[in-house]
């Protein structure tokens, strides 16, 4: 009988003995939580949190954001100097109601100024712009670019695939 005993019993003092080695050598191999948590990676951030297609992260996204506010402040003659972005969101909020004139002209002016940019690309693609709204300009350079939503191409397919289902039915009809 303890012969039956002898194998198993070796190979668990054997088991317990180095148990707590092989935990003092696996807790030393790993960085501290508490400094990864500390310190994240900036490519980590990058990742997680982006927008406008994958290009601007979230902190990219607020400066632009911010930036817009100050712009939209600075043409209201508000001091944007010193203040937070909620305040400042405040303040140009309550122009923008009292003033609606204003805003309203600086809508246009930026209206105007985007109109402006798309005629430029449009005529480095060589798309005449007479007479074009800016809607109208950029659904063509999207179509130029291939864009995606409202390909030809995948309309087709997909008149030709009912077109097939028509015909199928139409088939099953005449041999019953």
């Not at 092989?22 to 939580?33: E, M, R």
């Not at 985007?114 to 179509?143: N, P, V, W």
Request: no cysteine; proline share 3%.
């Amino acid at each position: 009988m303890i012969r039956k005993w002898f194998i198993p019993m070796v190979a668990l003092l054997v088991l317990f003995s180095v148990a707590p080695v092989w935990a003092a050598k696996s807790v030393t191999a790993l960085p501290d939580a508490s400094l990864v948590v500390l310190h994240p990676k900036e490519s980590d951030i990058d990742k997680e949190h982006k927008h406008y297609k994958g290009k601007m992260t979230r902190k990219d996204f607020e400066a632009y954001r911010l930036e817009k506010l100050k712009e939209i402040a600075t043409y209201f003659g508000i001091q944007a100097d010193g203040k937070s972005v909620e305040q400042l969101k405040k303040e140009v909020e309550a122009a923008k109601l009292a003033n609606k004139d204003k805003w309203e002209a600086f809508k246009a002016e930026h209206q105007a100024k985007r109109l402006e940019h798309l005629r430029e690309i449009a005529k480095e693609h060589g798309i005449k712009t007479e007479g074009k709204t800016s809607e109208q300009l950029r659904e063509e350079l999207y179509k130029l670019h291939g864009g995606k939503g409202k390909r030809p191409h995948r309309l087709e397919d997909h008149d030709r695939s009912n077109e097939d289902n028509d015909v199928k039915e139409k088939n099953k009809q005449n041999q019953v």
